[in-house]
């Protein structure tokens, strides 16, 4: 596997960009030459490059380059927490619905479709309106609308292994359920969730990013990408800067996670092994 890993374009390129992002968020005070906050309105709207500014400046003079940067933690953090939140949640409803069967297969299989006739931004901003906007109740918004999705396709997996013969092995020698899904069943389902969870953070960022932009995110002052973008795009034809590189920096992080949770698939996936 190891080979295999290395030899992997997809997890090299992908996992490259996200330690690129990883590291920008870390050492974003030591990057950032400019207070991301700090205003000057005789230097708005200046163009890249000008007066020491490598981005430009927004409408307010503040530093584009400062606020990308320190708008990488936010949507770091949004994505890490919000997956974690459906992976852990989600993929306990999959194990009780695919092991148990029965009532509560039935019950968590009518919430989750609940759920998922709703789209994702729909459902959040739906959230948002009730918790009100802040970084807290946005990692919680996008973290509910990623719970049916791990809910799933741990219910699959567990469904596909419940009824193999070292499960059966198990039960046979009196092993109980705890034991059989801590030993057994949770060990073999890792991959598609770690997979899933690897492409979740990607649509966790776009998903911050869309409640941002719409002003029901992480309010101002905090920068971030998709607040970048709102405050740039009545400025697009004498400042096209300001929302083309929010936009690029969202482009990169989504790119990044979905490449590498297409590598991780390829590697984790059983039938491509050789």
């Not at 918790?131 to 396709?153: E, Q």
């Not at 801590?182 to 998903?207: C, E, K």
């Amino acid at each position: 596997m190891k080979r295999r890993f290395w030899r992997n374009p997809l997890i090299l390129t992908g996992g490259a960009i996200v330690l690129l992002i990883v590291f920008t968020a870390v050492f974003a005070p030591y990057l950032a030459p400019i207070d991301p906050t700090r205003q000057s309105l005789a230097q708005r709207l200046l163009p890249p490059g000008t007066q020491g500014h490598l981005l430009g400046t927004d409408d307010f003079g503040r530093d584009l380059w400062s606020r990308i940067i320190y708008g990488s933690r936010i949507s770091l953090l949004v994505g890490l927490i919000s997956v974690a939140i459906g992976l852990v949640v989600g993929s306990f409803l999959g194990i009780m619905a695919g092991y148990y069967l029965g009532w509560i297969d039935m019950l968590i299989g009518r919430v989750t479709d609940v759920l998922m006739a709703f789209p994702s931004i729909l459902l959040a901003l739906a959230i948002m309106a009730i918790l009100g906007p802040s970084l807290t109740n946005v990692m919680i918004a996008v973290g509910i609308t990623s719970i049916p999705r791990f809910t799933r396709v741990t219910r699959g997996s567990v469904l596909a292994l419940r009824e193999k013969a070292f499960v059966e092995a198990a039960r046979g020698i009196g092993a109980t359920n705890k034991r059989i899904l801590r030993q057994h069943i949770l060990p073999n389902i890792l991959s598609p969730i770690i997979v899933m969870a690897s492409t979740g953070i990607a649509g966790a960022i776009l998903s911050e990013a869309s409640l941002s932009f719409l002003g029901l995110g992480v309010q101002p002052p905090t920068p971030t990408w998709g607040s970048i973008i709102n405050d740039g795009k009545q400025y697009l034809d004498i400042a096209p800067w300001i929302a083309t590189f929010a936009g690029t920096a969202i482009l990169l992080a989504v790119l990044g996670f979905n490449l590498l949770g297409d590598g991780l698939r390829d590697l984790l996936d059983p039938k491509l092994k050789t």
